[in-house]
């Protein structure tokens, strides 16, 4: 089955939902799908097409890159881990690649409470991903 077809619902979806400069290509057996989701509840939607199509995101044949429009609504909250660092991936799930650090008390952006575990997030330095909401408390 080729990518583009086992991925076909997802990228419908994403053009339904309206993810500006939206580029599917394949390369070396990756299904490579990038563009900017006007909201993060997008964003979400879409990792979850793909968690029903890939449960566990284990086959390793697409990459997501879609990033939230910096201009959408978006709150600011703490990081409260214990001393260390707070990792922020890829995606929904510690098994997902680290793709930014957000330190011990700083405030970062929060751009979607995706579930009651994971929430998107944006540090200043612009590293869009998911952390463990556990460690994140809302900005009074």
């Keep these: 089955?080729?990518?583009?077809?086992?991925?076909?619902?997802l990228t419908d979806a994403a053009t339904a939902a309206g993810i500006s400069d939206l580029q599917v290509r394949e390369q070396d057996g990756v299904l490579y799908i990038d563009g900017t989701s006007p909201s993060g509840a997008v964003k979400d939607q879409l990792w979850d097409i793909y968690g029903k199509i890939d449960p566990n995101f284990l086959a390793?044949?697409?990459v997501l890159n879609v990033n939230v429009n910096v201009?959408?609504?978006?709150?600011?909250?703490?990081?409260t881990t214990d001393s260390s660092n707070l990792n922020i991936r890829k995606g929904p799930g510690t098994d997902q690649p680290i793709v930014g650090k957000a330190a011990h008390g700083e405030i970062i952006t929060l751009v979607s409470?995706?579930?009651?575990?994971?929430?998107?997030?944006?540090?200043?330095?612009?590293?869009?991903g998911y952390a463990y909401?556990?460690?994140?408390t809302p900005e009074a």
């Excluded at 089955?1 to 619902?9: G, I, N, P, S, V």
């Excluded at 201009?71 to 990081?79: E, H, P």
């Excluded at 409470?113 to 869009?128: C, F, G, I, M």
């Design 71 to 79: 201009s959408a609504a978006v709150t600011k909250v703490k990081v």
């Design 1 to 9: 089955m080729a990518l583009q077809d086992k991925y076909k619902e």
């Design 113 to 128: 409470q995706s579930n009651a575990q994971w929430w998107l997030v944006r540090t200043e330095d612009n590293e869009e």
């Design 60 to 62: 390793g044949d697409l």
């Design 133 to 136: 909401a556990q460690y994140l």
